[in-house]
């Protein structure tokens, strides 16, 4: 089998292509800030480029579409150039997948769709997106399903919880929190930093690790998965304080958050998935707790 991988340098799309090479598959890496990876075929360029796109995706059998203006702060002041990478650059993947015969494309979608509704969020309900991040999605969504009703090309959009994995430093302020919470606690910036949590640490978050996305990414090849929308989230949550005396616990530190009110208007209080369609349907539940995930984070951070 062979594979195109948008935003292959990305948190998701490099556990993707590590997922696809060690099951034997052949790997094409596209990515605007490309990372070379062993053994990855590596396509430097954007989603937007219809040329590039053409050239990466020759002969591929499915395309994992993870490419994307990926976090809410990228909207702002101008929302432009993120709607134009995550709705028209979507749009040359899939329109570009149907010319060239590819069988499927697995396209990333985002929990944050379902804004403030109540939870566990299903996918079949009401969907309020709180920014133009979640807006830009859910456009993605839509334009992707009328192509699929139109063109017969499969897509199959999971919608990820709150991804967090190995290799989320570069990242820097829009990595997942948990990751941004352990450089807090070890002391990563050499100073002793304490972890900001806004109001009173009860919000929760769904967290998935990214090697669990990755899995999901797979299992959504299989024959009897067609075009349809699924959540990728543990189940489980987890709120804020929670997360923090998990992480002082793996660390042996006991660093305390510094509580402070709100900024974020349309703020996200609570997370988690309805998992039983994607179990159902996929096959999958993810393995890794966050007790687990903690530990291979600050595993990789004190050995580098
Ligand atoms: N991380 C999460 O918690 C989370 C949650 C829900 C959904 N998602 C979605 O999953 C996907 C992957 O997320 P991630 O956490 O790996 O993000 P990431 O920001 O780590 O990776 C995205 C990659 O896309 C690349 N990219 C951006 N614009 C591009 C363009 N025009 N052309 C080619 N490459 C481009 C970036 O350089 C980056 O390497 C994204 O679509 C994101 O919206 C992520």
Request: charged fraction near 20%.
């Amino acid at each position: 089998m062979k594979a195109l991988v948008t935003g292959s340098s990305g948190l998701i799309g490099s556990r993707i292509c590590s997922l696809l090479l060690k099951n034997g598959w052949e790997v094409n890496g596209m990515d605007i800030r490309l990372i070379p990876q062993e053994g990855v075929e590596p396509f430097q360029c954007s989603i937007t480029d219809t040329g590039s796109v053409r050239r990466a995706m020759k002969d591929c059998d499915f395309v994992f579409h993870e490419a994307a203006a990926s976090s809410s702060p990228m909207f702002y002041p101008d929302p432009r150039e993120g709607v134009s990478v995550n709705v028209n650059g979507s749009m040359t993947i899939f329109q570009l997948a149907h010319e060239m015969g590819v069988q499927k494309v697995v396209a990333a979608s985002t929990s944050s769709i379902y804004g403030n509704t109540a939870v566990p969020s299903k996918e079949d309900q009401l969907l309020v997106p709180p920014n133009m991040y979640a807006a830009s999605k859910l456009a993605m969504e839509a334009t992707g399903l009328t192509h699929s009703e139109i063109t017969g090309l499969p897509i199959v959009f999971l919608r990820y919880f709150s991804v967090y994995g190995l290799g989320e430093r570069r990242k820097g302020n829009i990595a997942n929190m948990l990751s941004q919470f352990i450089w807090d606690v070890l002391e990563l910036d050499g100073k002793g930093r304490q972890p900001v949590i806004f109001g009173d640490g009860k919000q929760t978050r769904d967290l998935i690790y990214a090697d669990d996305i990755a899995e999901a990414n797979f299992l959504a090849t299989k024959k009897n998965v067609g075009t349809g929308i699924y959540n990728v989230g543990t189940g489980r949550e987890t709120n804020l304080n929670e997360l923090l005396d998990i992480i002082n616990e793996a660390a042996g530190r006991k660093v305390s958050a510094k509580y402070v009110k709100n900024p974020i208007k349309n703020y996200i209080y609570r997370t988690l998935a309805d998992t039983s369609k994607t179990k159902r349907v996929l096959g999958f539940s993810a393995k890794t707790g966050v007790k687990t995930g903690v530990r291979a984070i600050i595993d990789e951070l004190t050995a580098a």
